[in-house]
């Protein structure tokens, strides 16, 4: 028995969604390998409607790969991701559709460079959502309000900061009316000083019920915005549990140990 099987916890409770809520997005029995390396090793996970769930864990176990096979950016050797119901499709069409669904925020902010802030915001849903382009612009400068930079509409990416820009993203991701969104490490690219911008908006996304998926170093907002924490280790989930609970009395020793290297510095 490895260190990590010996150091499961009873996931049985943690794996079901948060509270009464019905399942958007359930993992169930995914396995990857790259090459030689299992990293992902039988992912069971059931996230509810309008629940936040933030994926925590030391480089290397899997939070980012689970994070982008939810979305099909990973292809999967064994199990089924369903979300909203609907099992995600290897390819094609019906693949596309639930991708637009599913948005998605990365570390690196993905903005075409040669279109304005606008025109980022306007392109999935006149592409993909046959949005008028009169609606999806309005849609664009509300978004580009909620999440502070409707003065920058008509710059372009280079002209934005780091934290400007990344915001520019969730807003692109929200314009296509998505069922969940994935954030995987949207603040680890920015300078310091941009990141709590950044995190105010994903705190304000959370309070109004959206489907979130974050895996993140931030231990402040997972304590601010979770409803439940997922620990991974070696490809594994070893611990999932509410905020209050992993970070006050985790039960693992991987999670004690990672909790133990973080919060002393």
Do not use: Y
Not at 5 to 11: E, G, I, P, S, T
Not at 77 to 99: C, H, N, S
Not at 189 to 205: F, Q
Request: charged share 25%; hydrophobic share 40%.
């Amino acid at each position: 028995m490895d260190a990590a099987q010996h150091d499961r916890v009873d996931l049985s409770k943690g794996q079901k969604a948060g509270g009464n809520r019905e399942p958007m997005v359930v993992v169930k029995d995914v396995n990857k390998h790259f090459g030689d390396l299992h990293v992902l090793r039988d992912i069971n996970l059931t996230v509810g409607r309008g629940e936040v769930v933030v994926v925590l864990g030391p480089s290397g176990s899997g939070k980012s790969t689970l994070c982008r096979a939810i979305n099909r950016l990973e292809t999967i050797e064994g199990g089924t991701i369903t979300i909203d119901g609907k099992v995600l499709p290897e390819e094609g069409k019906g693949l596309a559709q639930l991708r637009a669904d599913v948005g998605m925020v990365f570390q690196s902010f993905n903005l075409f460079a040669h279109k304005t802030i606008r025109d980022n915001v306007t392109l999935g849903p006149i592409k993909v959502r046959k949005t008028s382009k009169s609606d999806a612009k309005k849609q664009a400068e509300a978004l580009l309000k909620r999440v502070g930079i409707e003065a920058q509409a008509d710059k372009f990416p280079a002209q934005l900061s780091g934290g400007q820009q990344q915001r520019v993203a969730i807003a692109r991701s929200l314009a296509m009316g998505p069922k969940v969104m994935l954030f995987d490490e949207p603040t680890s690219a920015l300078d310091p000083e941009m990141v709590g911008e950044v995190l105010d908006v994903m705190v304000a996304l959370a309070k109004e019920g959206m489907t979130m998926i974050v895996v993140t170093h931030e231990m402040g907002f997972a304590r601010k915005a979770a409803d439940r924490v997922v620990f991974m280790a070696d490809g594994q989930i070893v611990e999932v549990a509410t905020p209050e609970e992993f970070f006050t009395s985790p039960k693992s020793n991987r999670a004690k140990d990672f909790l133990g290297k973080i919060l002393t510095h």
